[in-house]
Protein backbone atom coordinates (compact mmCIF):
# COMPACT_ATOMS: atom_id res chain seq x y z
CA UNK A 1 0.00 0.00 0.00
CA UNK A 2 1.49 3.29 -1.08
CA UNK A 3 1.08 6.39 1.52
CA UNK A 4 -1.72 8.59 1.22
CA UNK A 5 -1.21 12.60 1.52
CA UNK A 6 -4.36 14.15 1.39
CA UNK A 7 -4.27 18.58 0.85
CA UNK A 8 -7.29 19.87 2.56
CA UNK A 9 -7.33 23.19 1.86
CA UNK A 10 -10.22 23.56 4.00
CA UNK A 11 -12.13 27.09 3.05
CA UNK A 12 -9.33 28.04 0.86
CA UNK A 13 -7.53 29.79 -1.17
CA UNK A 14 -9.99 32.81 -1.79
CA UNK A 15 -10.03 32.52 -5.85
CA UNK A 16 -9.72 30.11 -8.86
CA UNK A 17 -6.24 31.94 -9.69
CA UNK A 18 -4.39 30.78 -6.49
CA UNK A 19 -6.24 27.49 -6.40
CA UNK A 20 -4.48 26.72 -9.95
CA UNK A 21 -1.67 28.20 -9.33
CA UNK A 22 -1.42 25.77 -5.77
CA UNK A 23 -2.61 22.87 -7.65
CA UNK A 24 -0.21 23.57 -10.49
CA UNK A 25 2.80 23.43 -7.52
CA UNK A 26 0.84 20.36 -6.03
CA UNK A 27 0.99 18.64 -9.64
CA UNK A 28 4.25 19.23 -10.45
CA UNK A 29 5.72 17.91 -7.46
CA UNK A 30 3.76 14.80 -7.22
CA UNK A 31 5.84 11.95 -6.84
CA UNK A 32 5.68 7.89 -7.60
CA UNK A 33 5.53 6.03 -4.52
CA UNK A 34 2.96 7.98 -3.05
CA UNK A 35 -0.86 9.02 -3.75
CA UNK A 36 -1.30 12.72 -3.57
CA UNK A 37 -5.04 14.26 -3.26
CA UNK A 38 -6.22 17.77 -3.07
CA UNK A 39 -9.82 18.17 -1.64
CA UNK A 40 -10.33 21.80 -2.72
CA UNK A 41 -13.74 23.95 -1.91
CA UNK A 42 -16.45 22.94 -4.30
CA UNK A 43 -16.33 25.62 -6.90
CA UNK A 44 -12.34 25.28 -7.10
CA UNK A 45 -12.87 21.24 -8.68
CA UNK A 46 -13.84 21.93 -11.99
CA UNK A 47 -11.03 24.46 -12.04
CA UNK A 48 -8.51 22.61 -11.03
CA UNK A 49 -9.20 19.30 -12.77
CA UNK A 50 -8.21 19.87 -15.98
CA UNK A 51 -4.80 20.20 -14.82
CA UNK A 52 -4.21 17.12 -12.31
CA UNK A 53 -3.05 14.03 -14.05
CA UNK A 54 -0.98 12.42 -11.00
CA UNK A 55 -2.90 13.76 -8.47
CA UNK A 56 -6.76 12.78 -7.58
CA UNK A 57 -9.41 14.81 -6.93
CA UNK A 58 -11.02 15.06 -3.22
CA UNK A 59 -14.20 16.99 -1.73
CA UNK A 60 -14.62 17.55 1.77
CA UNK A 61 -18.29 16.55 1.86
CA UNK A 62 -21.28 15.47 0.28
CA UNK A 63 -25.07 14.95 0.81
CA UNK A 64 -26.58 11.02 1.30
CA UNK A 65 -29.02 11.94 -1.92
CA UNK A 66 -28.23 12.27 -5.12
CA UNK A 67 -30.59 15.08 -6.61
CA UNK A 68 -33.40 16.80 -5.50
CA UNK A 69 -34.79 19.71 -3.53
CA UNK A 70 -31.48 20.03 -1.24
CA UNK A 71 -30.84 23.73 -1.38
CA UNK A 72 -27.03 24.29 -0.99
CA UNK A 73 -26.39 20.47 -1.06
CA UNK A 74 -23.60 18.93 -3.03
CA UNK A 75 -24.39 15.22 -4.20
CA UNK A 76 -22.05 11.83 -4.53
CA UNK A 77 -23.60 11.82 -8.10
CA UNK A 78 -22.49 15.04 -9.11
CA UNK A 79 -19.19 14.80 -7.29
CA UNK A 80 -18.48 11.36 -9.18
CA UNK A 81 -19.85 13.22 -12.46
CA UNK A 82 -17.25 15.85 -11.91
CA UNK A 83 -14.15 13.48 -11.58
CA UNK A 84 -14.08 13.61 -8.17
CA UNK A 85 -12.40 10.09 -6.53
CA UNK A 86 -12.13 10.92 -3.06
CA UNK A 87 -14.86 12.59 -0.33
CA UNK A 88 -13.66 13.84 3.18
CA UNK A 89 -16.39 13.02 5.96
CA UNK A 90 -17.16 13.57 9.49
CA UNK A 91 -13.99 16.24 10.00
CA UNK A 92 -13.97 17.79 13.33
CA UNK A 93 -14.89 21.20 12.39
CA UNK A 94 -18.05 19.92 10.54
CA UNK A 95 -19.29 18.06 13.64
CA UNK A 96 -18.30 20.96 15.92
CA UNK A 97 -18.86 24.09 13.62
CA UNK A 98 -22.34 22.82 11.73
CA UNK A 99 -23.69 20.07 14.16
CA UNK A 100 -22.82 16.82 11.72
CA UNK A 101 -24.48 14.11 13.98
CA UNK A 102 -23.10 10.38 14.02
CA UNK A 103 -25.97 9.82 12.19
CA UNK A 104 -25.51 12.16 9.38
CA UNK A 105 -21.81 10.83 9.45
CA UNK A 106 -23.64 7.36 8.42
CA UNK A 107 -25.63 8.28 5.79
CA UNK A 108 -22.65 10.28 3.92
CA UNK A 109 -20.66 7.22 3.99
CA UNK A 110 -22.89 5.21 2.82
CA UNK A 111 -23.88 7.63 -0.08
CA UNK A 112 -20.20 7.45 -0.57
CA UNK A 113 -19.70 3.97 -0.77
CA UNK A 114 -22.89 3.65 -3.39
CA UNK A 115 -20.93 5.62 -5.59
CA UNK A 116 -17.70 4.28 -5.38
CA UNK A 117 -15.76 7.00 -3.93
CA UNK A 118 -13.26 6.41 -1.47
CA UNK A 119 -13.92 7.57 2.34
CA UNK A 120 -11.63 9.49 4.31
CA UNK A 121 -13.16 9.64 7.30
CA UNK A 122 -11.98 11.48 10.07
CA UNK A 123 -12.31 10.68 13.84
CA UNK A 124 -10.64 11.86 16.69
CA UNK A 125 -11.04 12.91 20.60
CA UNK A 126 -10.87 16.98 21.50
CA UNK A 127 -8.70 16.50 24.61
CA UNK A 128 -4.90 15.71 24.72
CA UNK A 129 -4.71 12.92 27.35
CA UNK A 130 -8.62 13.31 27.71
CA UNK A 131 -9.97 10.73 29.37
CA UNK A 132 -12.42 8.14 26.91
CA UNK A 133 -10.44 9.36 23.81
CA UNK A 134 -10.66 5.36 22.83
CA UNK A 135 -14.12 5.36 23.80
CA UNK A 136 -14.92 8.73 21.63
CA UNK A 137 -12.63 7.05 18.82
CA UNK A 138 -14.65 3.56 19.21
CA UNK A 139 -17.90 5.60 18.97
CA UNK A 140 -17.43 7.81 15.78
CA UNK A 141 -15.93 4.32 14.05
CA UNK A 142 -18.87 1.95 14.92
CA UNK A 143 -21.73 4.89 14.42
CA UNK A 144 -20.02 5.64 11.01
CA UNK A 145 -19.73 2.19 9.60
CA UNK A 146 -23.20 0.88 10.63
CA UNK A 147 -24.84 -1.22 7.68
CA UNK A 148 -21.74 -0.64 6.00
CA UNK A 149 -20.64 -4.28 3.78
CA UNK A 150 -17.56 -5.91 4.27
CA UNK A 151 -16.60 -5.85 0.82
CA UNK A 152 -16.38 -1.70 0.39
CA UNK A 153 -14.17 -1.51 3.43
CA UNK A 154 -11.42 -1.06 -0.04
CA UNK A 155 -12.69 1.99 -0.30
CA UNK A 156 -12.39 3.03 3.29
CA UNK A 157 -9.32 5.75 4.51
CA UNK A 158 -9.62 6.42 8.13
CA UNK A 159 -8.31 9.55 9.14
CA UNK A 160 -6.72 9.94 12.66
CA UNK A 161 -6.86 13.59 13.61
CA UNK A 162 -7.12 14.33 17.65
CA UNK A 163 -9.01 17.78 17.44
CA UNK A 164 -6.50 19.62 19.68
CA UNK A 165 -3.99 19.07 17.07
CA UNK A 166 -5.32 20.78 14.33
CA UNK A 167 -3.13 23.52 13.35
CA UNK A 168 -6.24 26.00 13.88
CA UNK A 169 -6.95 25.35 17.42
CA UNK A 170 -5.91 27.67 20.27
CA UNK A 171 -2.88 25.96 21.59
CA UNK A 172 -2.50 23.36 19.11
CA UNK A 173 0.41 20.83 18.86
CA UNK A 174 1.14 17.99 17.17
CA UNK A 175 0.58 14.41 18.53
CA UNK A 176 3.46 12.13 18.91
CA UNK A 177 4.11 9.26 17.24
CA UNK A 178 4.08 6.90 19.48
CA UNK A 179 0.27 8.24 20.51
CA UNK A 180 -0.86 7.80 17.25
CA UNK A 181 0.59 4.61 16.58
CA UNK A 182 -1.36 3.17 19.46
CA UNK A 183 -4.44 4.87 17.90
CA UNK A 184 -3.94 3.10 15.26
CA UNK A 185 -3.25 -0.28 16.56
CA UNK A 186 -6.65 0.57 18.31
CA UNK A 187 -8.35 1.54 15.11
CA UNK A 188 -7.61 -1.92 13.92
CA UNK A 189 -8.83 -3.53 16.85
CA UNK A 190 -12.21 -1.60 16.27
CA UNK A 191 -12.38 -2.92 12.65
CA UNK A 192 -11.63 -6.18 13.33
CA UNK A 193 -14.48 -6.69 15.43
CA UNK A 194 -16.84 -5.33 13.77
CA UNK A 195 -15.83 -6.61 10.59
CA UNK A 196 -13.02 -9.71 10.36
CA UNK A 197 -9.18 -9.43 10.64
CA UNK A 198 -9.07 -9.57 6.43
CA UNK A 199 -11.15 -6.92 5.82
CA UNK A 200 -10.25 -5.23 8.90
CA UNK A 201 -6.50 -5.44 6.77
CA UNK A 202 -8.11 -3.58 3.58
CA UNK A 203 -8.83 -0.36 5.73
CA UNK A 204 -5.38 2.71 5.25
CA UNK A 205 -4.93 4.69 8.40
CA UNK A 206 -3.51 8.27 8.39
CA UNK A 207 -2.60 10.74 10.54
CA UNK A 208 -4.09 14.30 10.06
CA UNK A 209 -3.21 17.50 12.99
CA UNK A 210 -0.22 20.04 12.27
CA UNK A 211 1.66 18.05 10.08
CA UNK A 212 4.70 19.35 8.64
CA UNK A 213 8.11 18.28 6.81
CA UNK A 214 9.64 17.71 10.56
CA UNK A 215 7.12 15.55 11.72
CA UNK A 216 5.72 14.00 8.94
CA UNK A 217 8.41 11.49 8.73
CA UNK A 218 8.01 10.15 12.61
CA UNK A 219 4.01 9.53 12.20
CA UNK A 220 4.51 7.17 9.00
CA UNK A 221 7.57 5.41 10.80
CA UNK A 222 7.16 5.13 14.32
CA UNK A 223 3.46 6.01 14.04
CA UNK A 224 3.18 3.51 11.56
CA UNK A 225 0.73 5.75 9.50
CA UNK A 226 0.09 4.76 5.86
CA UNK A 227 0.01 8.29 4.73
CA UNK A 228 -1.49 11.94 6.25
CA UNK A 229 -4.13 14.10 6.25
CA UNK A 230 -3.03 18.21 5.54
CA UNK A 231 -4.27 21.07 6.26
CA UNK A 232 -2.54 24.38 6.60
CA UNK A 233 0.89 23.02 5.23
CA UNK A 234 -0.98 21.86 1.84
CA UNK A 235 -1.25 25.57 1.46
CA UNK A 236 2.35 25.98 1.34
CA UNK A 237 3.71 24.58 -2.13
CA UNK A 238 7.17 23.98 -0.22
CA UNK A 239 6.29 22.37 2.55
CA UNK A 240 3.81 20.19 0.97
CA UNK A 241 6.14 18.94 -1.57
CA UNK A 242 8.57 17.99 1.09
CA UNK A 243 5.64 16.49 2.90
CA UNK A 244 5.09 14.23 -0.85
CA UNK A 245 8.74 14.40 -0.97
CA UNK A 246 9.68 12.32 2.50
CA UNK A 247 5.73 10.16 2.21
CA UNK A 248 7.21 8.47 -1.25
CA UNK A 249 9.96 7.12 0.70
CA UNK A 250 9.66 3.59 1.84
CA UNK A 251 9.74 2.22 5.25
P1 LIG B 1 -3.87 21.03 9.98
O1 LIG B 1 -5.33 20.53 9.57
O2 LIG B 1 -2.88 20.24 9.18
O3 LIG B 1 -3.86 22.50 9.63
O4 LIG B 1 -3.73 20.79 11.44
C1 LIG B 1 -5.61 19.17 9.40
C2 LIG B 1 -7.10 18.97 9.19
O5 LIG B 1 -7.89 19.56 9.94
O6 LIG B 1 -7.51 18.22 8.28
Redesign the pocket.
Known amino acids: MVNLVVA?W?MNPIDKDEALFLAQKIESSAKKNVKAVIAPPFPFLPVIKPILKKVSLGAQNLFWENSGAFTGEVSPLQLKKMGVGYV?LG???RRINLGETYEMVNRKVKAALKSNLRIIL?VGESEPEGWGAATIIGTQIKTALRDVKKNSLSRLII?Y?PIW????MPG?RPDTPQNAFQVSVYIKKILTGLFGRRPADLVQIIY????NPENVGGFLKEGNMEGV??????LNPEKFARILQISSQKK
Open positions: NKIHSECAEAISTAGGSVLVGGAS
